[in-house]
């Protein structure tokens, strides 16, 4: 099937509503879609029946308003498109007002305090910038409209709204920079994201074996195996067929839902693996990237496969990220973080690149934070993911203009691109980049995008793009502010670029982000380095992060404090559930069969004491010694986990608890955890009650 033929061919896209829509309403919704203007009753009708009629072809019974609440996974309500007709029989309807509002329950979902049990009236609101598509399943065809999700007061009870007016945002402070550089011809500035998103794959009925991964997506217990990632025979190998087939059927179900999945190999853990896509605007590539989550998880059940999206679903090998790669493109196609052929003389982009890092470091715990979740603390610092520490990569040839620029007030040279030779003469000279990349870097500019390689492989990606554009639009527009009043343009933005490169220069780090070095040359430069996801909330909160979302129409201070809450909330529910899984597993499971194992022990010693001497009877008795040794640790490593969860259901206050789970009960799982692997390394492998990592890992 020629793939040019189907790709979007699940989606209501431009090209279906181009040729289904009268000219006039195609027209009007173009003007909504690109322009913000508002769409009268009489259009959303015509678009709700030529949406209705091109599902129905398709199969589908149902629509749903698909939103994305404060859970950060996605929701939906379903509703036939069933209406009673006259003489018992039915019709098929789909109004304008269908179509344009949902009433789901908002009492249900996270709200940190903005609505109560009580108060349940909530709303959907078509996202009409995210085209409508088709998910098909074994139970049919469904319609599935993006929506943003409010309460009945407007808050924002979900990820998309906020993340929708962090684009006006930053589309209105780049359009008054632009105007100032003559580009009058510039109408819009889109955001564009591309979304790498890295997962693990193990076989299913070695899944269900195991309590940990149901319940919480990652393994709580797990003895390190004789083999992990220490040859990187597995990053960039030969894809499994198993593997391979589970790709195949997944990207033909992303392309028809117009996903724009492009790269797939093998990462550099045993089992894990990545998707890579092309660009798109960041909502919908926002949109997209719950689909492609979604998605996996469908298609590897049908493979007897498991997908894992959890930061760091095995202890020991690298964890999953989710790197988000960020740039702003003109409607007209230029993009503004190219640097071009000669960047030192690209004032526009210059000024562009001085507005980011300002942003970074003036923001670095809010960006911190905003790719944050109780899964990522395991996995940041190592393997391939970025330190807690926020700093920016830019690359020789622009720390070199940047130098430049601070020395002298103007930079003169570029460094150019440098041919590489292979040293074989039958293989063709290759032109190098100007700059090597970074892996250790938290926001590493990679030649025309900055790549955040914070994100956590199971988060939405809405948060992290929301506080970047704010972030940069709140420079942007003090950028604007200062330029808008200069008498000599050429002069003062020339000026602006230096002050803001020396003032913020301290973010600026091109070094091995994992070493202690850096730990302590980020603390003499100021940066903060917020080690938990626990103590980088209170940036939520903050005055000025109140002051900027405010300030450009993004969050409100109780929108603000309602994520702080939420957050806390999270993570307490998060570890509350791993430290009852390990409880629950430990007293069930692990214990039970080191005891067995103990008393196998002891009765072969007893059967066989009489053929041993004393000094082999000594050893025999010494391994018994261990291994009740151990689950004596056992027993009171769990004891002291039981306590802490038990005290910390006893505090009320959120932030409080939050506080409790990361500095007591975190560390009694560890204890555990432990106790419990090192009996996994002594019991007999016949009696061990659950898959282990060598099983999970490495026979897929």
């Known amino acids: 099937m020629d793939l040019t033929q189907y790709f979007g061919s699940n989606t209501f896209n431009d090209a279906v509503m181009k040729e289904r829509l009268p000219l006039g309403v195609y027209k009007a919704l173009k003007k909504t879609i690109e322009n913000g203007e508002e769409l009268s009753s009489d259009i959303a009708d015509t678009v709700a029946n030529a949406m209705k009629q091109w599902a129905m072809e398709r199969g589908a019974t149902h629509f749903t308003h698909w939103f994305q609440p404060m859970t950060g996974v996605t929701a939906e309500k379903h509703d036939s498109f069933l209406s009673k007709g006259e003489n018992g029989r039915v019709m098929m309807e789909f109004s304008g007002k269908e179509l344009i509002k949902g009433e789901p329950d908002a009492s249900s979902f996270p709200s940190g305090g903005l609505r109560a049990t009580f108060e349940a009236r909530g709303y959907t609101a078509w996202d009409c910038t995210s085209p409508a598509f088709l998910r098909e399943d074994v139970s049919g065809v469904t319609l599935c409209i993006p929506t943003a999700f409010c309460s009945y007061t407007g808050e924002a009870l979900d990820k998309k709204t906020p993340l929708l007016r962090s684009m006006e945002a930053i589309n209105k402070q780049a359009l008054r920079v632009l105007r100032l550089f003559g580009k009058k011809d510039v109408k819009h500035v889109d955001v564009c994201v591309g979304a790498e998103q890295e997962y693990f794959l193990i076989d299913r009925d070695k899944y269900l074996k195991r309590d940990d991964l149901i319940y919480t997506g990652r393994t709580l217990f797990g003895a390190k195996p004789p083999k992990g990632q220490e040859m990187d025979d ?7 067929e198993r593997v391979s087939l589970f790709m195949h059927e997944l990207n033909e179900e992303l392309w028809k839902l117009g996903i724009y999945a492009k790269t797939q190999h093998n990462e550099a853990a045993p089992a894990q693996h990545e998707l890579a896509p092309i660009f798109s605007t960041v909502n919908i590539e926002t949109d997209h990237n719950q689909l492609v989550m979604e998605c996996m998880k469908k298609i590897a059940a049908r493979h007897g496969l498991a997908c ?11 964890g999953s990220g989710k790197h988000n790669n960020w740039s702003l493109v003109t409607d007209t196609g230029e993009n503004l973080m190219k ?22 470091d003036e923001h670095a715990e809010l960006i911190r934070l905003a790719a944050s979740c109780p899964g990522n603390d395991y996995r940041l610092g190592g393997a391939e993911a970025p330190p807690t520490i926020v700093s920016i990569f830019i690359g020789e040839q622009l720390e070199d203009i940047l130098a430049q620029l601070i020395a002298n007030g103007k930079a003169t040279s570029s460094k ?10 039958t293989m063709p000279y290759i032109k190098k980049d100007v700059n090597d990349r970074n892996r250790t870097s938290t926001f590493a500019f990679t030649g025309n995008k900055f790549e955040l ?3 956590g492989s199971s988060m939405s990606i809405a948060d992290a793009n929301t506080v970047l554009n704010t972030t940069v639009a709140e420079s942007l527009c003090q950028m604007a502010d200062e330029l808008e009043r200069a008498d000599n343009f050429d002069d003062a933005v020339l000026k602006l670029i230096c002050r803001t490169i020396n003032e913020h220069k301290r973010v600026i780090f091109d070094g091995n982000g994992y070493s202690k070095e850096w730990v302590d040359e980020a603390e003499k430069r100021g940066l903060p380095n917020k080690a938990s996801f626990v103590d980088a909330i209170e940036a939520l909160t903050y005055g000025n992060t109140v002051r900027v ?32 899984t390990m409880i629950e597993m430990a007293s069930r499971k692990f214990i039970p069969a080191a005891i067995k194992y103990a008393g196998v022990v002891a009765d072969a010693i007893n059967s066989i004491s009489s053929a041993l001497d004393e000094s082999e009877a000594d050893n025999e008795r010494e391994m018994l010694g261990e291994c009740l040794e151990l689950i004596g640790d056992a027993r009171r490593t769990l004891k002291r986990l039981s306590d802490n969860v038990n005290t910390a259901a006893r505090i009320s206050n959120e932030e409080e608890k939050a506080h409790y789970f990361r500095d007591y009960v ?13 009996l996994e390394l002594q019991v007999d492998a016949e009696l061990w009650p659950v898959p282990t990592y060598g099983e999970l890992i490495f026979e897929v």
């Open 549 to 580: 979302f405010e300030k450009h129409g993004v969050m409100s201070k109780a929108e603000l404090q309602a994520r702080a809450e939420i957050d806390y909330e999270i993570y307490s529910k998060t570890t509350n559930i791993e430290a009852n």
């Open 666 to 678: 975190v560390k009694a799982m560890q204890a555990l955890r432990e106790s419990v692997d090192a």
């Open 234 to 240: 597995h990053y960039f190998g030969t894809i499994k």
């Open 416 to 425: 150019e691109r440098e041919m590489l030779k292979i040293g074989v003469s």
């Open 453 to 455: 390689r914070m994100v």
């Open 308 to 318: 894992l999206l959890h930061e760091k679903p095995f202890a020991g090998v690298n």
């Open 339 to 360: 640097p071009g052929k000669k960047p030192h003389e690209n004032m526009q982009f210059l000024l562009f690149l001085a507005a980011v890092i300002k942003a970074t």
